[in-house]
């Protein structure tokens, strides 16, 4: 009898196979095996991709608006000339803000307590163009305040004991030149700012001050240490790094953002892929309790095969009756995980806060992880690939136990019935 592939009947007595009891010699427990096992690892490759992807962007956008997109400097010196750079690395293509900066490194003293601060002394105007330090949630005081006074990263000013109104002391190695070597340099200045860029690491030793202040401080009377390079797209700077270098001139050089982080950002890709491998492993294994499962229907639907056969249905009917048991369940898993792992992306931040007041708090540790909660960003292609990868699976390998059910020999399936 020859009938259109996948006809009513066929999925009819799929679904029949499917819903049996094991006392009707069906398999409904390993069905709900399969079909959780499925679901929970397409969970858990979704959760994962989104919570990397999520962890990947937050550095993004937190080194890069910490930091300048691109960074010009002058090797073994400063920039005298800085304005007239200025001017010419403004004419690039997608540039959109070009100041200079004075850097340095200098303890940090309140309250007899101590601290390494990394010091960027930066025009007020310029730094109120930076988001990360003006629009972050956990910043408090007033900015505009920042020539009367300096601006702390929140970790520091935690790490110091001091807050909005107090006094700390800057010391630098940047004073008189005597025959015992370089003096220190003491000065003090009220807190009136304090910031955070939403990366522990920056945030423990970052300190600003004026550009005027900062230059007396360190010496640089004048001039600057480099000059800060921002752009319209983040992801440009790995390529204009070398026309924005060519155009400040006199022997000047640039590099980028990722040249900071590049050994972390190469560790992170290699960690995406890693994750994903063992995690696609996950989603081989619970397929295989398809393969199982089918196996056994195959097995206590003997003898139904046989009259089947001999009622007139071809192997290629069976063969699609079995596949559409073991491919149903692997596409109803797959549409649950991904369910389930879209709803974990999208409402991470109260399952976390949730988990944490269940565990009594402590669950994420900043200073360790260098960011304060755990970010998701669910993306369309980690989504698609995960659906591509356990549907590919489940429905190939439910192929091989369908083609033993469609040929399996009727007289042979009916001999002792």
């Not at 691109?70 to 001017?87: K, L, N, R, S």
């Amino acid at each position: 009898m020859s009938t259109r592939p996948f006809a009513k009947f066929e999925w009819m007595i799929a679904w029949r196979y499917i819903r049996a009891k094991r006392a009707e010699g069906g398999i409904s427990v390993m069905t709900w095996i399969s079909l959780i096992g499925v679901t929970l690892a397409v969970f858990a490759l979704i959760a994962t991709l989104a919570v990397r992807s999520g962890f990947r962007a937050e550095f993004v956008d937190t080194i890069a608006g910490a930091y300048a997109h691109v960074t010009v400097q002058q090797p073994g010196g400063t920039i005298a000339d800085f304005e007239a750079v200025a001017d010419r690395i403004r004419a690039v293509d997608h540039v959109t803000d070009v100041f200079p900066l004075v850097r340095g490194q200098a303890m940090a003293s309140a309250s007899g307590r101590l601290g390494l601060a990394d010091i960027y002394g930066i025009r007020l105007e310029d730094l109120k163009r930076s988001d990360a330090i003006v629009e972050s949630d956990r910043s408090y005081g007033n900015i505009d305040d920042l020539p009367n006074g300096i601006a702390l990263g929140s970790e520091l000013a935690a790490n110091l004991g001091v807050t909005i109104g107090d006094r700390i002391e800057i010391t630098t190695r940047a004073g008189a030149s005597t025959p015992m070597g370089q003096s220190t340099r003491r000065n003090a200045y009220d807190v009136v700012y304090i910031f955070s860029t939403g990366r522990y690491q920056i945030d423990e030793v970052r300190a600003y001050l004026p550009l005027d202040v900062a230059q007396f401080i360190f010496n640089r009377d004048g001039v600057a240490d480099e000059l800060a390079v921002q752009l319209d797209e983040v992801m440009l700077a790995e390529g204009l790094k070398q026309t924005i270098g060519e155009t400040a001139g006199d022997g000047k050089w640039a590099y980028s953002w990722e040249d900071r982080v590049r050994r972390y950002l190469r560790a992170l890709t290699i960690e995406d892929n890693v994750m994903f491998i063992i995690l696609s492993i996950l989603v081989l294994v619970a397929s295989m309790n398809i393969i199982s499962g089918l196996i056994m229907l195959v097995k206590n639907k003997g003898r139904d095969v046989g009259i089947l056969r001999t009622m007139g249905l071809t192997e290629g009917s069976i063969m699609r009756v079995f596949f559409i048991c073991g491919a149903g369940i692997g596409t109803i898993g797959t549409l649950c995980g991904v369910i389930l792992g879209c709803l974990f992306a999208i409402y991470i931040d109260t399952i976390f806060s949730f988990v944490n007041y269940v565990s009594g708090g402590g669950v994420w540790d900043p200073s360790i992880r260098g960011i304060y909660a755990i970010p998701a960003e669910l993306h369309l292609s980690d989504v698609l690939k995960s659906v591509s990868l356990s549907l590919g699976l489940s429905w190939i390998i439910t192929i091989f136990p369908a083609r033993r059910a469609a040929r399996m020999n009727p007289v042979e399936a009916l001999r002792y019935e």
